[in-house]
């Protein structure tokens, strides 16, 4: 069976401060992982996927994250935080089907 | 379509009474899901469908809640006797899912449901 963790529920940074949220995963097999991001009253947009390919995966926005096998683990990092980077992220995991983790509110502070 | 679409995007309705929820997905999308998200939560994921496939139906919360598919297209998601906690934004996802390809979900805006 399949899961996906998100190890923190709320993170808050200033402006202008690196991000991390983490993410740890679960799978039998060797799984695409995915994060989504969702502001507030706006749908889910994707931010970045890993599909098995390099295992630095650039996504939108200044955002990246690293695949580590060994670790399990696909966290979601930003070297600069903006205002803008407010909202709800949410890391997935596939195979067979996408699962979603309980996500992480990210707060950015002057 | 050129994204995923749902009806109605607002719907207020009365404890006890049935909705149905409408999604039509991308063309040539193999895959969808239904999520329910409650207000200031996260997705909770209901049920999802995968071509032919019997669907994996492990996240409907009751028996009140039941989806259809017609093949590829258009797929219904009904809640029989609508309860106060039924309240929530019910989000649909496509995504093409083929030669070993788990693609990028794309998602509808959504159908809020307020139960009264």
């Known amino acids: 069976a399949q899961s996906v963790t998100q190890l923190d529920s709320h993170v808050s940074v200033s402006e202008g401060t690196p991000v991390l949220l983490r993410c740890n995963y679960s799978s039998s097999y060797s799984p695409s992982l995915f994060w989504y991001v969702q502001h507030p009253n706006k749908g889910l947009q994707l931010l970045l996927k890993y599909t098995s390919a390099a295992t630095l995966v650039k996504g939108i926005n200044g955002f990246e994250a690293e695949f580590k096998k060994s670790e399990t683990s696909f966290h979601l990092t930003k070297p600069s935080a903006h205002m803008s980077d407010a909202a709800e992220y949410f890391c997935v995991v596939s195979f067979p089907r996408l699962t979603f983790g309980t996500g992480t509110r990210l707060q950015v502070t002057l | 379509g050129a994204g995923v679409s749902q009806s109605p995007s607002n719907k207020v309705t009365e404890k006890g009474k049935d909705v149905e929820l409408r999604c039509d997905p991308i063309s040539g999308h193999t895959a969808l899901y239904w999520y329910r998200q409650r207000l200031g939560q996260g997705l909770e994921f209901l049920i999802y469908?995968?071509?032919?496939?019997?669907?994996?139906k492990s996240g409907l919360p009751s028996d009140r809640f039941s989806a259809e598919r017609t093949g590829e297209s258009v797929s219904t998601l009904t809640i029989q006797r609508t309860q106060q906690e039924d309240s929530a934004v019910y989000l649909c996802?496509?995504?093409?899912?083929?030669?070993?390809?788990?693609?990028?979900?794309?998602f509808g805006e959504g159908s809020r449901l307020t139960v009264l």
């Open positions: 996802a496509s995504s093409y899912v083929g030669g070993g390809n788990t693609g990028e979900l794309f």
């Open positions: 469908f995968q071509g032919n496939s019997a669907p994996d």
